[in-house]
């Protein structure tokens, strides 16, 4: 990381400034890329700092629009369908001139992970916490490294749902985790784990407010699927399962009442994606709650099952 900092400095990629008044800088995140030989020896560290160019606002930061990309979820999606339909996939890299493009705009970024001057420098101090973390970290990377996301072995080709939330795991702000995956032909196509945007004061509530977000995205998927007409099967509710009674209940309850009346009105839209049918809220028993994984820790053995039921699979396990 140093070498590239130093080879940034000396090309004046960056000014160091104080952002004006009114103006919030967007992040940024270090890419790091290892280029091999036909061999698959290491011949090259390269590394790419990259702003993240989706927190500008257009006319604010940018006048331009730039090359649409896919998302990623939208590419699992089709994988899905053609292993399903056992159709032949090719893959084909395009390099687009906006890459090199020429910035006619002032971005403010912030400082990037590992710059330091004479006037800042600070170096770090990590405690025995943070190295035990990442000695987990490490171990699971070591023990999944053959690991990938499958898809295939299903009948039939429809969409699941899975929304969970665990209560007040933030101790700082006593905000609430949420998390919901989307699984198609037997693997997961779409899923976010995020800290939700307001505190819950039930686990109810928390689980609701999952349920909501999760619903919003059924939502989505159903229609980029319909788009496609290669699945019949879309055009019926999407089920999306919740191990929570208390939100199934205020999910299907057409009116407000004196527990929920301080949920914020947005949340409320999952009732109305359900009045039309978009989307059909069902119970799951807890151990069955697929997308813990992203909500909280759990025991290996309970993880690794609700992985494999996501799609994610060791090499030999393929057949």
Known sequence: MRSEMDSMSENQVWTLVEPPEGVKPIGCKWVFKKKTDMDGNVQTYKGRLVARGFRQIHAVDYDETFSPVAMFKSIRILLAVAKFHDYETWQMDVKTAFLNGKLEEDVYM???????????ARKANPGEGHWTAVKNILMYLRRTKDVFLVYGGKEELRIKGYTDASFQTDKDDSRSQSGFVFCQNGGAVSWKSSKQDTVADSTAEAEYIAASEAAKEAVWIKKFIAELGVIPS????????????????????????????????????IREIIDRGDVEICKVHTDDNIVDPLTKPLAQQKHDRHTESLGIRYVGDWS
Do not use: M, W
Not at 110 to 120: C, H, K, L
């Open 234 to 269: 879309i055009e019926d509710a999407v089920d999306l399962y919740c191990d929570n009674n208390g939100a199934i209940a205020q999910a299907k309850e057409p009116r407000s009442h004196q527990r929920s009346k301080h949920i914020l009105r947005s949340f409320h839209l």
């Open 110 to 120: 912030i400082q990037p992970e590992g710059f330091a001057t004479p006037e800042n």
